[in-house]
């Protein structure tokens, strides 16, 4: 079975709204003015700033993006699809059979002898399952929680927000942080006015909420 670590995922942006500045704009202005085609702001980046601050993101709703997530593990994709302001589809274990599939694992764990061993004999057992003549949705409980999937993501930036807010907190496991931080990356370029405010871990924004699992209590992450 081939496996590959977490800074393998590939994320793509395939499609976002155009000129979100201008959305974002618009959307503003239509709650302060009649005429809110008029209506300019000489500073984007702090009127966001105040809008986060009071809380009146709704506007956000109006910019969307498509990403694509390819390679992320079936564990990490339950855990994103708990973001439920979003849309999703991904890789079936019902319908396709999953032999050419490959597996994500940490990076340091790539090449890992017991680790490899254990991932191929969960799918040679996956295998001789469906030879066996037991389909696809039956012998797919034998399948690994690292099986590579594909995953087509549809989210707007508010939304967007508060996955990169929970995402990127070093209390996540590792490979939801890459993801999230891919993800960042590829908005941050097109709308830093937003981003370099909206969707940062807690730790940078006003302080940690995660109690004894905070960084500087000694957390520790478990791969």
Request: a positive charge.
């Amino acid at each position: 079975m081939k496996v590959h670590g977490y800074s393998d995922i590939k994320v793509s942006l395939l499609r976002h709204t155009e000129n979100p500045q201008e959305v974002i704009r618009y959307a503003l202005a239509a709650t302060m003015k009649k005429d809110f085609r008029d209506k300019q702001f000489k500073d984007l980046t702090k009127t966001l700033a105040f809008c986060i601050g009071a809380n009146h993101t709704s506007p956000l709703e109006h910019v969307g993006y498509n990403f694509v997530i390819e390679g992320v593990s079936r564990s990490t994709q339950l855990q994103i699809v708990r973001h439920r302001m979003a849309s999703y589809t991904a890789s079936s274990t019902h319908h396709e059979n999953h032999q050419d599939y490959g597996a994500c694992v940490a990076d340091d764990l790539v090449g890992n002898l017991l680790v490899q061993k254990a991932l191929d004999d969960s799918m040679d057992s996956y295998k001789r399952a469906i030879d066996s003549g037991v389909p696809f949705l039956e012998a797919r409980q034998l399948l690994p929680n690292a099986l590579e999937s594909n995953l087509f993501m549809t989210i707007n930036a508010r939304s967007l927000g508060n996955f990169l807010n929970l995402r990127t907190c070093a209390a996540n496991t590792p490979e939801i942080s890459i993801v999230a931080e891919k993800m960042r990356g590829l908005v941050y370029p097109m709308f830093p006015e937003l981003y370099s405010q909206w969707g940062l871990p807690d730790c940078q924004g006003g302080g940690c909420k995660q109690g004894k699992m905070k960084c500087s209590t000694g957390y520790t992450r478990k791969i």
